[in-house]
């Protein structure tokens, strides 16, 4: 079962503008992780956000976390067509640090 | 990920038949997983091992097996392939130690299988 469930499912901008996406999830966890994922290939892990932490940056990348509503928003500034990919949030709960993705939302940045 | 190496990465394949599929890592990280992914439905784990002598049911672990040949290689095997089986298949490896973040899952590239 998923715990992760992104939003948008999909996602279309202009290169340059700001992309946001949601993932929301069902129990406690113990970290919240971005993960993307150009078409047919593996993922590639973005950034990881401790249960304990509010917001991170990366770069291009900011994440938070609201554990209070269980959801996490990733944005990515000033996008790229390079950016155009999938994006997964994935979660982990529990002592074996299992990772629990969500179904993705497609991201397509037009140049 | 190159550290993470699968193979076949494509691969077809008749009801019924046997199939193997390998993934080997370089980075020394302890814990190695499969997964497959369905369009629409992200990834759901299969089976996942820790170390070598440990191994563990995934979310959807029926109708495959897993083999932890060295801590460097996970195998995984589809008994008698069925077409509901094909998908993407990606083994993924993290490191417990905690030195980079031991909840980090390194990919690999994927091997599509097609059963016909």
């Known amino acids: 079962s998923q715990q992760g469930e992104e939003d948008p499912q999909a996602l279309s901008i202009q290169e340059g503008e700001n992309a946001t996406m949601n993932c929301s999830y069902k129990?406690?966890?113990?970290?919240l992780q971005w993960y993307r994922q150009n078409s047919g290939r593996g993922l590639v892990h973005l950034i990881l956000?401790?249960?304990?932490?509010r917001e991170k940056h990366s770069g291009r990348l900011r994440v938070t976390l609201d554990t209070s509503k269980k959801s996490s928003s990733l944005l990515i500034t000033a996008s790229r067509a390079a950016d155009t990919a999938s994006y997964f949030c994935a979660t982990t709960t529990g002592a074996n640090s299992k990772l629990t993705f969500g179904k993705g939302i497609t991201l397509s940045v037009r140049p | 990920d190159a550290d993470v190496t699968q193979t076949p990465r494509n691969r077809i394949t008749k009801t019924g038949k046997r199939i193997m599929l390998e993934c080997s890592q370089t980075?020394?990280?302890?814990?190695m997983y499969w997964y497959r992914q369905d369009p629409g439905l992200g990834l759901r784990l299969i089976y996942y091992?820790?170390?070598?002598?440990?191994?563990n049911k995934g979310e959807i672990s029926d109708g495959y097996s897993v083999s932890r040949q060295a801590q460097a290689k996970f195998s995984l095997s589809l008994e008698s392939a069925i077409p509901n089986q094909t998908a993407l298949y990606f083994c993924?490896?993290?490191?417990?130690?905690?030195?980079?973040?031991?909840?980090?899952?390194?990919f690999g590239a994927g091997t599509r299988l097609s059963v016909l």
């Open positions: 956000i401790r249960s304990n932490e």
């Open positions: 091992s820790f170390d070598v002598k440990d191994i």
């Open positions: 980075k020394g990280h302890d814990r």
């Open positions: 993924a490896t993290s490191d417990s130690s905690g030195r980079r973040g031991r909840d980090i899952q390194y």
């Open positions: 129990t406690s966890i113990n970290n």
